[in-house]
């Protein structure tokens, strides 16, 4: 869709975007632009510290019981 848009519309010249990861299709918009000229700006992610994370119920149980 990415390409799509800047073909369609030339004046495209900059995308300003965040850093959105796969989830937010990141690598598409940066070959769209690549493909058509347009020059990218990427807003980085602040890198927060979230403490304890858990990816599973399995590991937070553990932890739980483990206190």
Do not use: H
Not at 35 to 51: D, S
């Amino acid at each position: 869709m990415n390409y799509k848009l800047f073909k369609t519309n030339e004046r495209f010249q900059y995308l300003i975007t965040k850093e959105s990861g796969e989830t937010g299709g990141e690598l598409q918009k940066v070959q769209a632009c690549r493909e058509c000229g347009v020059t990218i700006l990427t807003i980085k992610r602040p890198v927060l510290n979230y403490g304890t994370v858990f990816y599973t119920i399995k590991e937070l149980v553990e932890y739980v019981e483990n206190l």
